[in-house]
């Protein structure tokens, strides 16, 4: 069974970092993608970040030039810099490792505040 954790969300103020780290059991090499999707207060999940197997990336409109995702295949990791948080990026952030199906974690909450 995959099982796949994320951590490093929490309270950052308006224009300030944060980097999300999603943890992936066995070998995220398996895996055609991972990625990560956040969902707001009220709104609908929404795509934030995708890399692939062979390292291509791709990101939401709103998050490009801002968040920055990256894979250690050593260490079964992904991550997702995230700089310039405004606060409508405020969210709980999930993770997905993507085989014949999807796997999310459970979720990591983000809050942009003052």
């Known amino acids: 069974q995959v099982q796949v954790a994320e951590s490093g969300g929490g309270l950052v103020q308006p224009g300030g970092s944060l980097r999300l780290s999603c943890a992936a059991s066995?070998?995220?090499?398996?895996?055609?993608?991972m990625g990560w999707y956040r969902q707001a207060p009220g709104k609908e999940r929404e795509f934030v970040a995708v890399?692939?197997?062979?390292?291509?990336?791709n990101y939401a409109e709103s998050v490009k030039d801002r968040f920055t995702i990256s894979s250690d295949d050593a260490k079964n990791m992904v991550y997702m810099q995230m700089n310039s948080l405004k606060p409508e990026d405020t969210a709980v952030y999930y993770c997905?490792?993507?085989?014949?199906?999807?796997?999310w974690g459970e979720g990591t909450l983000v809050t942009v505040s003052s």
């Open positions: 066995g070998s995220i090499l398996r895996f055609n993608d």
């Open positions: 890399i692939t197997r062979r390292g291509s990336t």
């Open positions: 997905y490792a993507a085989e014949r199906r999807l796997y």
